[in-house]
């Protein structure tokens, strides 16, 4: 069993910043995949960042350029740097978990979700 809880999230003006972590417990967090995602009101689920076991990582191509995910395995934590903010990235936003070793862009490939945690961008 893996529990992960998102903070950071808040209310930014266009072309600001946030970082988000999230807190994973287990023991075996440094060796697995971890993702971000979002979900907007009405809309699907999508990823936005992937992190792997190594801390490769890949991007949604909508964020390229201002996000950045980032790993602290000693602290069983993943972050996700958010700059440039803009009103469409409004959203809730959730980590995830997959007993994998490289990060996937597709929801039913992870088996943890967060609770996530609200980004608003005013413009």
């Known amino acids: 069993q893996v529990q992960l809880v998102e903070s950071g999230g808040g209310l930014v003006q266009a072309g600001g910043s946030l970082r988000l972590s999230c807190a994973a417990s287990?023991?075996?967090?440094?060796?697995?995949?971890m993702g971000w995602f979002r979900q907007a009101p009405g809309k699907e689920r999508e990823f936005v960042a992937g992190?792997?076991?190594?801390?490769?990582?890949s991007y949604a191509d909508s964020v390229k350029g201002r996000f950045t995910g980032s790993r602290d395995n000693a602290k069983n934590t993943v972050y996700l740097q958010m700059n440039s903010l803009k009103p469409e990235d409004t959203a809730v936003y959730y980590c995830a978990f997959r007993w994998g070793t490289v990060a996937a862009a597709e929801t039913r490939r992870y088996d943890y979700w967060g609770q996530g945690t609200q980004v608003t961008v005013s413009s």
């Open positions: 287990g023991r075996t967090f440094s060796s697995y995949a």
């Open positions: 992190i792997n076991w190594n801390s490769g990582r």
